[in-house]
């Protein structure tokens, strides 16, 4: 039977673990095993540097911190052996890069996840994934924006263009006219007189 003081101890997490879901955006549930030492260490660092914490913890625990979130659903994923990935800011940063390994090791697998307050299964963990990074989709929207407005000031230019060689032209015709029509002009006043 465990002590008192373990007991307590293992109450703290639950509750921290809890509250850590309970303001995530977003978490993935991975089955950890296989993963070598060099991977895991790669791994971790991804996951650390995109602001990601990551963490192998026994199924019991996650299990009752998700009856207190009230991520009930998580707990159908929950044996073997888990690691859990928490992100608060982006939400996509652990999917993108779990799967990343996922794909490499076979019996890494990502079981599911959480995704703004819902529990969300493996399938959409594995479609977030192929989500562009944020700088990607925000260039593409600027993209699509500018594009019209190129060609508007294209349509503008050409327009503007054209109607600077009519002016052009017109000035050129009446100084003909004016040179043509000049010594006739000098001709028939003397003739007149």
Do not use: H, W
């Amino acid at each position: 039977m465990p002590s008192e003081k373990i007991l307590e101890q293992k109450k703290a997490l639950v509750e921290s673990l809890a509250e850590k879901l309970g303001r995530a955006t977003s978490g993935v549930l991975v089955k950890y095993e296989g993963i070598k030492v060099d991977d895991d260490t790669k791994l971790r660092a991804a996951l650390r540097e995109a602001g990601v914490e990551y963490s192998v913890i026994k199924n019991t625990l996650i299990g009752k911190a998700c009856d207190i979130a009230g991520f009930e659903g998580l707990k159908s994923e929950l044996d073997g052996m888990n690691a859990l990935a928490i992100s608060y800011n982006d939400p996509i940063a652990p999917a993108k890069i779990l799967k990343q390994y996922a794909d490499k090791i076979e019996t890494f697998e990502i079981r599911g996840g959480l995704l703004e307050g819902k529990v969300v299964d493996a399938a959409i963990v594995n479609e977030l994934a192929g989500i562009p990074p944020k700088e990607i989709l925000i260039s593409k929207l600027l993209g699509s924006v500018q594009s019209p407005l190129y060609k508007l000031a294209y349509v503008l230019q050409a327009i503007a263009d054209k109607g600077e060689d009519a002016t052009e032209e017109k000035p050129a015709e009446a100084a003909e006219v004016k040179e043509e029509s000049a010594p006739a002009e000098a001709t028939e006043a003397p003739a007149a007189e």
